[in-house]
């Protein structure tokens, strides 16, 4: 299994940037999928969540209103859109997987992930 993110970048205040997470190796569709966030010292943060199909999300009270999860289960692919980016955004962005039913509920929390991206650095800096 393989979740490759890309996406990152430096970019001012107020910019927008997508971050796109690609999966092999799984049946993409029974995962459920989600980004959080890490800083150097800190815990890893949860972001955002999104369902085996697509039709519910979560997010980090942090990020509501400014940041928008998808995916594509043609092409294997999460998304973040992430809009208004404030220096606090700052962080090493990972995709993860959690294998689940199709009524699972949403889950914030790390240790339920069965994948782990490889991270993708995201700076926000005037």
């Known amino acids: 299994v393989q979740l490759q993110a890309s996406g990152g970048g430096l970019v001012q205040p107020g910019d927008s940037l997508r971050l796109s997470c690609a999966a092999s190796?799984?049946?993409?569709?029974?995962?459920?999928l989600a980004w959080f966030r890490q800083n150097p010292g800190e815990e890893r943060k949860f972001v955002a969540v999104?369902?085996?199909?697509?039709?519910?999300?979560d997010y980090a009270d942090s990020v509501k209103g400014r940041f928008t999860i998808s995916r594509d289960n043609d092409k294997k692919t999460v998304y973040l859109q992430m809009n208004t980016l404030t220096p606090e955004d700052t962080a090493i962005y990972y995709c993860?997987?959690?294998?689940?039913?199709?009524?699972?509920?949403?889950?914030?929390?790390?240790?339920?992930?069965?994948?782990w991206g490889q991270g993708t650095l995201v700076t926000v800096s005037s």
């Open positions: 993860a997987a959690d294998h689940v039913i199709l009524t699972a509920p949403l889950s914030p929390i790390e240790s339920d992930y069965d994948f």
């Open positions: 999104i369902s085996r199909s697509g039709r519910s999300t």
């Open positions: 190796g799984l049946t993409f569709s029974r995962y459920a």
